[in-house]
């Protein structure tokens, strides 16, 4: 499998070394130990915001430090938490002394890194509240997690919780906004091919050319079928139902709707899929007032996507349109 790398043990350390210099009116990087963090961190009086995670998910978590998102965010190697020494780090670089929220997917590695992080804040006198996102409808449990998995709407949930704290609301107040958006949001995602781990330098899994997953995670895990492969509009009345019926979603409701892309699909795929959820959706009496899409939580170059439904009100739509500045999102500033 051919992978634009140099040595497969560097790839984190490179990719973060290209991060701070393609964004250095946006962030500044730690090597030892690695975080990138906003680079007008710590914000006096301001929540800071922590998040991360095992990397390969590009441009989450990186890509979304600056001005109304993130504070920080601490990337592990491919596929794997980072230990808690860096998130420590990066929570008491955000620390302006208003507390820090960690904004934590639902894997088992992340949530005790996490949590033990939190705890040795604690001791340096940080206060810290944690969100753990697990909005994947497709299992339950999985190899990586006990619970539900966290994926695309770790995005919705870093966006709308980092506006709540750029507005100057407490800690209390952006832990509960950020428990809110987590609570309203449901996603379900598909597999075309499999993900390639650089240090293993092969897919992760073996998919026929035929065949699809339904569910699968964020890092190859299984789903709750594998299938042979149907048109777009098939696959997506797959993903939505479970998400509708979760929830549940129901007429009358404004939403936002974002599809998101694995890595490897190209975007005009993204509104193919796009087009045929808000179809569904206006027949169901459900209204797409907010859009998002594109390639923001990836599983390497896998060949795929998710769907994301938000079921929003005033106070998550006026967060959603606050202004934002990070390499992957912008706007309104």
């Known amino acids: 499998m051919k992978k634009l790398i140099n040595d497969p043990k560097n ?55 600056g001005f109304g998102m993130l504070d920080a965010a601490v990337p592990g190697p491919v596929f794997t938490s980072p230990t808690p020494d860096p998130i420590l780090a990066a929570t008491i670089a955000v620390n302006g002394g208003a507390g820090v929220l960690h904004i934590v997917k639902n894997y ?26 697990d909005d994947d409808v497709a299992v339950k449990d999985s190899l990586y997690t006990a619970g539900r998995r966290g994926v695309a709407g770790t995005v919705l949930v870093e966006k709308i919780a980092g506006a709540a704290a750029e507005r100057g609301d407490d800690l209390d107040a952006v832990a509960a906004v950020a428990t809110k958006v987590n609570a309203q949001t449901r996603s379900m ?12 330098g092969e897919p992760s899994f073996d998919l026929p050319e035929d065949e699809i997953e339904i569910g699968i995670g964020i890092h190859g895990e299984p789903g709750r079928a594998r299938i042979k492969l149907e048109p777009a509009d098939a696959i997506v009345d797959r993903l939505l139902a479970p998400i509708l019926e979760d929830l549940p979603f129901a007429s009358g409701d404004q939403v936002l709707l974002f599809v998101n892309g694995m890595g490897g699909t190209p975007q005009v795929e993204l509104y193919i899929l796009f087009r045929r959820a808000a179809e569904v959706l206006a027949e169901k009496g459900i209204t797409v007032s907010r859009t998002l899409v594109g390639n923001f939580v990836t599983s390497l170059e ?23 500045q990070t390499a992957a999102l912008r706007w309104g500033r």
């Open 11 to 65: 790839v984190v350390a490179e990719a973060v070394a290209g991060i701070a210099a393609a964004h250095p009116d946006l962030v500044t990087v730690s090597y030892d130990p690695i975080f990138i963090v906003r680079k007008d961190a710590p914000t006096p009086g301001k929540v800071g915001i922590v998040s991360g995670g095992g990397s390969g998910h590009e441009p989450l978590h990186g890509g979304f430090v």
């Open 302 to 324: 896998m060949q795929g996507a998710s769907i994301t439904v938000l079921k929003l009100d005033d106070e998550l739509t006026e967060l959603w349109d606050a202004p934002v």
């Open 108 to 133: 088992t590695g992340d949530v005790l890194n996490f949590e033990t992080a939190a705890d040795l804040a604690g001791a340096e006198d940080i206060d810290v509240r944690t969100v753990i996102v």
């Open 189 to 200: 995602g598909v597999a075309l091919t499999a993900p390639v781990v650089p240090h293993a």
